[in-house]
């Protein structure tokens, strides 16, 4: 089994190895890593995708890559999907992507995760919640992967109950199509006088979107929303207009920076 995932913050990363409980065979890929390497083959009959929900859709990273993935070998396919909200649209673009490889979704499971969108400006207090709410979210993800790992095994089709809450925003957000716009979103960040120059952010970005010049990071206009810059940096010095200078950040506890870094 392949596991492909696209993690910003560690929480769908964190998911993907929760079924190495339950899967002896199983290959954890980074799909920006596959991306870079121009590496597009899935050799195996099992296939799994673990993202994150952007906005009600697929992150613009994870979408490039599954319509350039070969699943010529596939015979099962499955995807688990995390937001702060609840999987949105994504359900729906999934499966209009499998279907045009012609190859069908066998299962999908959403996951209600902390949310990591640290320049929102006001509903990311609502998703990152407490500590024992975060608790509560993690154990509840644990249990709904071990379902789906059943079906998995079985080789059966499998769809989770979705939450209709990032329908219902990202439906009204997209109205005019902004937020499918993230190359313009990355004008706004910029660092304080907390930054000592580690480039931390520049390896994590998983389009290698920021680039240093003259010891100050500046960001290019690929941006993919991932967050993992602003929650990364090991100086909090990374911030967002005038929104997140009292803002804690967010990792998910069980995954340290290393298995995040994309370059060394």
Known sequence: MIIFYFSGTGNSLAIAKIFQKYFDNITLKSIPRELENNSFDADD?????VFPNYFGKLPGIVKKFIYKLNLEKT???????SGGGGSGYTYKYLNRIIKSKNKILNAFCETVMPGNYIIAPIYYEYS????????????????????LSAFI??????????????????GILNLSNNLSDTEKWDRNFFTDKNC??????SRLC???????HKDKPLWNHNCQLCMSCINNCPKQAIQYKNITQNRLRYRHPDICIDELLLRN
């Open 128 to 147: 990152n919640r407490d500590e024992e709410g975060k608790k509560a979210l993690y154990k509840d993800t644990g249990i709904k992967i071990a379902e």
């Open 153 to 170: 095994s079985k080789k059966q089709m499998y769809l989770s109950k979705m939450s209709g809450i990032t329908k219902v925003i990202g």
């Open 75 to 81: 015979r099962y396919l499955f995807a688990v999907v």
């Open 196 to 201: 000592n120059f580690c480039k931390t952010c």
């Open 206 to 212: 998983p389009v290698n979107n920021i680039k240093f």
């Open 45 to 49: 009959e099992s296939v799994g995708f």
